[in-house]
T-cell receptor, first 113, second 113 residues
């Protein structure tokens, strides 16, 4: 069964460093998402991406964040200058159409020290 | 008032019990309702996806939506120890967008053998 994959599974970085989180959505899906989940908190929407552009973003997704689909398979989330409060699980998700089921990857645990 | 409320639990039941998990919400524009299962430090796994009010059954799982009461439920029959996880409700639609999901905080379920 096709699934969303994410790398790395765990990333440790120092405050102020740039990180890139990678995702490979399900191959025929067209809509892509990033969510995050701070330990003990709810899953929160960050950004949605369709047709090579951002379609929606939350207040969390400020100028420190960017997304890119550099080729036909990868979808990345970049955090330019990490802060301690960016420590969280980051989940990528994809769906085939705007009203279909959204499937999540296993997540990348980001630890900022 | 929070948009989606969910009792965090933990809810402890013996194997074989019927489990009832619930969420309430405040945004009457939500139209799509989902239940995800999340094991510790893993990505959310889609269990049920429903549109508007009514029931949907899939194996041991039944999802119910009551839009008039802004209340959704997930029932698990013949619960198994492997069902022990956190169950997240999620919703979309209206001014929150059809694309992005708004999650509850999750209910931790523990099924003892």
């Amino acid at each position: 069964e096709p699934e969303v994959t994410q790398t790395p599974s765990h990333q440790v970085t120092q405050m102020g460093q740039e990180v890139i989180l990678r995702c490979v959505p399900i191959s025929n899906h067209l809509y892509f998402y990033w969510y995050r989940q701070i330990l003990g908190q709810k899953v929160e929407f960050l950004v949605s991406f369709y047709n090579n552009e951002i379609s929606e973003k939350s207040e969390i997704f400020d100028d420190q964040f960017s997304v890119e689909r550099p080729d036909g398979s990868n979808f990345t989330l970049k955090i330019r200058s990490t802060k301690l409060e960016d420590s969280a699980m980051y989940f990528c998700a994809s769906r085939i159409s705007v009203l279909s089921e959204q499937y999540f990857g296993p997540g990348t645990r980001l630890t900022v020290t | 008032q929070k948009e989606v409320e969910q009792d965090p639990g933990p809810l402890s039941v013996p194997e074989g019990a019927i489990v009832s998990l619930n969420c309430t919400y405040s945004n009457s524009a939500f139209q799509y309702f989902m239940w995800y299962r999340q094991y510790s430090r893993k990505g959310p796994e889609l269990l049920m996806y429903t549109y508007s009010s009514g029931n949907k059954e899939d194996g041991r799982f039944t999802a119910q939506v009551d839009k008039s009461s802004k209340y959704i439920s997930l029932f698990i029959r013949d619960s198994q120890p492997s069902d022990s996880a956190t169950y997240l409700c999620a919703m979309s639609g209206g001014n929150s967008g059809y694309s992005t999901l708004t999650f509850g905080k999750g209910t931790m379920l523990l099924v003892s053998p």
